[in-house]
């Protein structure tokens, strides 16, 4: 019985060696890569006027995260949202899905009346701009990341250092960078010029196909640049730059299924969708995209709804 109960007690030693070995490295891991966030943080002051944030409450293992792609400049308390997108995650089907929203969509705004969805961010940044998406489409958000260009540049570059590959579908310029058509490696600046162009016939419809093909491609390529072994590292250096109330769990979580090649396809949904829009050039906010929010409301329940078991 002795001899039975000592190996026993070194196995157990053993085995919580292991686990503290493996803990201690990454958080060890995490640390450096929020040590690693600071320097870019002195570079990109990240806002804090997000901390009343309070997300609606999450409904079983489904997620849903708007993804502010904020244009603040220095001295700005905040800027207008570059870009607005939701996305969505199963838990338990690893179906990811994302909504693009149009910037100039003509909404009404608590407070401050008709305007462009773009313009709630800089009126009261995540909080307004959430109340917005549930007011005017029902949808729901339980998390919230805001993230200015200098910082989507910085985390390209270091979580993917060898580029993302894309299929630009045309010719484009803009800020200096020139894109040629077809297949190719794009790092930081480039992927976020490729994603903002909207400068020809398309305008926002165009931009938004764009941002959908490179998000798609940051979650396809994920599990190639970046190793679970790295994962701590790199969420440590991605916490420290963005402003989210996302917690490093669930970014573990959403992140391994990712890296270990579980998700499905990431589907996609632009808003408004067809047959519930049109221009409107006259208004006290120039151009606008006027839109039925019935109809998108319910375009918008029926496209998370929906089962699919596309691999």
């Known amino acids: 019985m002795k001899k ?83 996305g969505y995650y199963n838990m338990k089907t690893k179906q990811p899905k994302l909504i693009s929203i149009m910037r100039d ?55 993917y ?29 480039t992927l976020l010029q490729y994603a903002r162009f909207r400068k020809d016939e398309e305008g926002d419809f165009g931009r938004i196909r764009r941002q959908q093909q490179v998000m798609t491609a940051l979650t396809k390529q994920s599990k190639d640049l970046v190793s679970l072994v790295n994962l701590p590292k790199v969420l440590g250096e991605v916490l420290g730059i963005i402003d989210t109330n996302l917690s490093s769990d669930v970014l573990v979580d959403v992140a391994k299924d990712f890296l270990l090649g579980k998700v499905k396809t990431t589907k996609c949904l632009s808003v408004p969708v067809k047959g519930s829009w049109n221009f409107n050039d006259n208004t006290p906010s120039g151009s606008v995209i006027e839109i039925d929010e019935g109809k998108n409301a319910t375009a918008i329940s029926d496209f998370l709804k929906k089962k699919d078991d596309t691999k």
Do not use: W
Request: a positive charge.
């Open 4 to 86: 039975r109960t000592k190996i026993t007690l070194c196995v157990g030693l053993f085995l919580f060696l292991c686990i503290a070995t493996v803990g201690s490295y990454t958080v060890g891991k995490f640390i450096a890569g929020k040590k690693a966030a600071d320097v870019h943080k002195k570079i990109a002051k990240v806002s804090d006027e997000n901390k009343d944030f309070i997300g609606d409450k999450r409904i079983g293992e489904e997620i849903t995260v708007m993804l502010v792609g904020n244009d603040k400049r220095d001295g700005e308390k905040e800027g207008r949202s570059d870009s607005l997108m939701v």
């Open 105 to 159: 969509s003509y909404v009404q705004i608590p407070g401050h009346g008709l305007d462009k969805i773009n313009a709630a961010y800089a009126y009261g940044g995540a909080s307004l701009t959430k109340k917005v998406l549930n007011n005017s489409f029902k949808l729901p958000v339980n998390y919230y990341v805001s993230l200015k260009f200098d910082d989507f540049v910085h985390i390209i570059d270091d979580c």
């Open 161 to 189: 250092p060898k580029g993302i590959k894309i299929n630009a579908e045309k010719e484009l310029d803009l800020d200096g960078v020139h894109i040629m058509p077809g297949k190719q490696i794009m790092h930081g600046n």
